[in-house]
C-alpha cells in the first residue's frame, strides 16, 4: 500500500449522510428553537419530539459539522447558523434546504436513471408540469418561492453593490418569485423604482413580502407569462435562476424578448450558478445542471462565454461576466 | 448585511447532490471504463450508455469534484481514483458505495422518522431482519460482504502495521466477512494464523477470498453464531464494525465472550469509527452512529472511553485507544 488513502473519496460518497443530517435538522427546527434559547439535551430532546436513542448523537454530529456549539452540556446555534437557519430572521436561507429535504433528495435518487435516459425525475415524471403544479396549489407555491428567495438573498445584495445603478432609473425582474432582488434593489438605491414580473398567482405573495419590506412605493408586481406576453419595458432586466431552468431554444427566447424590452443603452442582468468558461472549477454549477436535469425537460446550467455568446446573437453590443457570491456571477449584456 | 455567508451550510446541505454524482458514478462504472482506457466524451457516453443530454455536465462535475481528470477533451481517472474505484484492482473501495447507492441513499430519506421513532429504517421496516435477509441471499450477502471489505482494507493494514504482534501467535477476527483482516494480518505477519468466524453462509465466500489471497495455509474459516455459539479460542480477537451494531446488552455480551475465549495475557483489539471522548470532533463517526439508527434495532457509535469502561467491566485489566486511519480507531484490552 502506498501512501494514498481513499479518505477524500469515501468523505465525498457518503456526504449524503452529513447533508441529510442538516437537511432534518432544518425540518425538526434545531436552529430556529435554539435561537430563542440554548438548551440542554433532555429540554431539546422533548422541544423537538426527539426519541431518545439517536437524540444526542444527531446534536453532537451537528456539533462535530460546526453548525451547532456545545458548552457544559448546553447546546446553542453557532453564529452563521443563528443568522442563516432560523426560521424568524430576515437573514433565513433554510427555505432552500427545506426544498430540498422535502423535493430533491428523494427525486435524486433517481439520478443514474435520468443521466441514462435524459428525463426530469421530480413531480414531473407522472407527466405533470412542475412549475404548473407547483404555481397551482398555494402552500406549495409559497413555500417554492420562499426558496427562491433563501438562495437569492445574498446574490440579491452583490448584484446591488455591483452594478451601475446610478446610470439607470427602472428595472424589471423577470421571474421575480417573493421579489427579494427587486426589495434588495429598491432598498439598496432609493432611485430606482422596479417591477417583479411573474405568474398571476405569485401576486399576493410578492405584494405581502414587498409591503413587509416597506417598498411598495417603488416596487410593484406585473403579472404574465414571459413566454407568452410581452415583456414590461424597463432600464434593467434582471433574470436570476431562471435561464438554466429552460432548453437552449428558449433560453434564445427569453434573452431575444429581453432585448426588444430594454431602450438603448439599457442593460440585461442574467445570474446563475454560472459555470467557469474551462468547465473544471465550478462543481456546485455543475451539480445545479444536474439538478436541472432532474427538474426540467430541457434545463442545463452553462458557462459565461455560452450566455455572452447568446446574447450577442440576441443583439447585444457588449458582455461581460462579473462574480457575485460563493458560485454565483452575473453575465451583463448593454444593448 | 455582514460579511458573514451561507456557504458552508449551503455546501453542507446540498452536499447529497455531489455525494450522489459520485454515487452514480460507481454504479455506472465511469472509473472502472476509465481505467482501463481514457477516452473522450462521445466514446464514454456510448460505453456507459448515458443519454447525451447531461453527459458532458456529469463528467465535468466529477473533474471539478477532483475525481477525474480531463486535458484536451480527454477524461481519465485521477490518481486515487484509479486506486480506489478500479473494479479490477484489488484495492478497490467502490463496494461500499455501491451499497450505499443500492441501499443507505434511499434509507437515510427516512432520517426523520427515524429520529423520532428510534426505529430503523432499513429492509428491516417491514419486520425483516436485516442481517438474516442479506445473509439469505447469496447475492446480496456477496454484495454485502465486498462492501465491508472496501471499508475494513485501509483499517486492515494499519492494525497489522500497530499492535506488537509479535507476542501473539493465533488470532480470531470475529465476524470475519469475506476475510480482509486475517488476510492482510497473515500476509504482513508470517508467523501468524487465524480463524475467520462468521455465519455458515460466509464460507464460501470467505473461502474464495482467502485462497485468492493466497493465505489459505494460515487462515481458515469456522462457521458460528457469535450470540449463540462459544467463540473459538485465540490470543488475540479482533471485532471490527461489530460492536457497533449491537445495543449496549448486547456489546457487553460480546466482549465477556472475548475475555472468555482468550487466554492470560491475550488481547481483544475493537475497531470502528470510535468517537472522540468529547464528542465534538469525529463527524463521520457521529453520522455513522445515525446510521446505526436506520440499519439496525438498537446499534450504536461509542466513544473510546465508553468502551474502555465496557471492557474493564468484563474484567480485562489495561486497556488504550490509537488512532488507525481517518476517522477509525481501535480500543485494545489486555485480560
Not at 105 to 121: D, H, I, M, N, P
Not at 296 to 310: K, L
Request: aromatic letters at 10%; charged letters at 20%.
Amino acid at each position: 500500500m502506498s501512501a494514498a488513502t481513499p479518505q477524500h473519496i469515501m468523505q465525498l460518497g457518503m456526504g449524503f449522510w452529513a447533508s441529510k443530517t442538516v437537511l432534518s435538522a432544518v425540518e425538526l427546527g434545531v436552529f430556529s428553537t435554539l435561537a430563542n434559547a440554548p438548551a440542554d439535551l433532555p429540554t431539546l430532546q422533548r422541544k423537538l419530539a426527539l426519541h431518545q436513542r439517536s437524540a444526542r448523537d444527531f446534536l453532537d454530529a451537528l456539533v462535530a459539522l460546526k453548525l451547532l456549539e456545545r458548552k457544559n452540556g448546553i447546546y446553542s446555534n453557532a453564529a452563521e447558523t443563528d443568522l442563516f437557519l432560523d426560521r424568524a430572521k430576515p437573514t433565513y436561507v433554510g427555505g432552500f434546504l427545506e426544498m430540498a429535504n422535502a423535493r430533491l433528495y428523494g427525486f435524486w435518487g433517481s439520478l443514474t436513471e435520468a443521466l441514462r435516459t435524459g428525463k426530469l425525475q421530480n413531480e414531473g415524471k407522472g407527466g405533470e408540469d412542475f412549475f404548473a403544479a407547483v404555481y397551482a396549489e398555494p402552500d406549495r407555491l409559497r413555500g417554492f418561492l420562499a426558496a427562491m428567495s433563501a438562495i437569492s438573498a445574498g446574490t440579491a445584495h452583490a448584484i446591488a453593490a455591483n452594478f451601475p445603478w446610478e446610470d439607470y432609473k427602472t428595472f424589471m425582474d423577470l421571474g421575480s418569485a417573493q421579489g427579494m432582488v427587486p426589495a434588495t434593489l429598491a432598498r439598496a438605491h432609493i432611485h430606482l423604482s422596479g417591477i417583479g414580473f411573474d405568474l398571476p398567482s405569485v401576486k399576493p405573495v410578492f405584494e405581502e413580502f414587498i409591503a413587509h419590506q416597506g417598498m411598495s412605493d417603488r416596487v410593484r408586481f406585473q403579472a404574465g407569462n414571459f413566454f407568452e406576453d410581452i415583456l414590461p419595458k424597463a432600464d434593467v432586466i434582471v433574470m436570476g435562476h431562471i435561464l438554466h431552468d429552460w432548453d437552449l431554444a428558449q433560453k434564445k427566447v427569453l434573452l431575444g424578448k429581453a432585448f426588444d424590452a430594454l431602450p438603448k443603452g439599457g442593460a440585461v442582468i442574467v445570474y446563475d450558478a454560472i459555470i467557469d468558461d474551462d468547465r473544471r472549477e465550478n462543481a456546485f454549477g455543475l451539480l445545479m445542471s444536474l439538478n436541472m436535469l432532474i427538474e426540467s425537460r430541457g434545463g442545463f446550467d452553462y458557462t459565461g462565454e455560452d450566455c455572452q455568446a447568446w446574447m450577442r446573437e440576441a443583439g447585444f453590443s457588449k458582455t461581460r461576466v462579473e462574480p457575485l457570491v460563493g458560485p454565483e456571477s452575473m453575465v451583463i449584456g448593454l444593448k
